[in-house]
């Protein structure tokens, strides 16, 4: 079972709306939470990185909250343009060297 | 620039015919790592490495090498490819450990297809 499980799947959203993407994972020990995103075809890129101790980081409109209490996050993209259409994808590390990766939310925005 | 330059990025090839996928950073970093994207399932962790001479296995190395000759360079090597081994594979580095919280690095990807 993956240990790092995001919701919804999918997502269509209007330009200029807001839209909030879940993540929760059961990694433990926890070390660190990324967001990636990425488009069709290439490679993720960084958005935030939170340790056990932030609770929220921001990246432009890009917001990411942790509660490392329930194990959940969430990435919060407000007024969204074109270019947010992507995958999302959330990524756990505990302490060793292996990165436990969500399936991402693949997000549309239309005008 | 910080890149992590992978290739080939697309290949075609035939099953059993060993292809190696070369990645290579210029960061310096310590720490790089394959992965394999297929649909729904998200990213998976095929080997990693630490540092020179350093590697691991993931989470699915069955029918994958490594080997980490130089910091810079980190190849994947498929002895005996086969169909299941199509997908779309990532090379990524950082620096330092996972726990620092360290910018990982991706690579633009590798489209592999065994028929």
């Known amino acids: 079972k993956n240990q790092v499980e995001q919701s919804p799947q999918s997502l269509i959203i209007l330009e200029g709306k807001n839209c909030t993407l879940q993540?929760?994972?059961?990694?433990?020990?926890?070390?660190?939470l990324r967001w990636y995103k990425q488009d069709t075809g290439r490679g993720p890129v960084s958005l935030t990185i939170?340790?056990?101790?932030?609770n929220t980081k921001s990246n432009g409109r890009y917001t990411a909250t942790l509660d490392a209490d329930t194990k959940q996050s969430s990435l919060h993209i407000t007024a969204s343009q074109l270019s947010d259409s992507a995958s999302y994808i959330c990524v756990v590390s505990g302490n060793d060297y292996k990165l436990s990766f969500g399936a991402g939310t693949t997000v549309t925005v239309r005008a | 620039e910080a890149q992590v330059t992978q290739n080939p990025r697309y290949l075609i090839t035939v099953t059993g015919k060993k292809l190696t996928v070369t990645c290579s950073q210029n960061?310096?970093?310590?720490?790089m790592s394959w992965y394999r994207q297929d649909p729904g399932l998200g990213l998976r962790q095929i080997y990693y490495s630490m540092n020179v001479e350093v590697t691991d296995k993931g989470d699915v190395p069955e029918g994958y090498k490594v080997s980490r000759k130089e910091k810079r360079n980190f190849p994947l090597i498929l002895e005996s490819p086969s169909p299941n081994q199509t997908s779309l594979y990532f090379c990524?580095?950082?620096?330092?450990?996972?726990?620092?919280?360290?910018?990982?690095?991706f690579g633009e990807g590798s489209w592999l297809t065994v028929v």
């Open positions: 939170m340790t056990f101790s932030e």
């Open positions: 960061m310096n970093h310590e720490y």
């Open positions: 990524a580095s950082m620096t330092g450990g996972l726990e620092t919280g360290n910018t990982i690095y």
């Open positions: 993540c929760n994972y059961t990694v433990s020990p926890f070390s660190n």
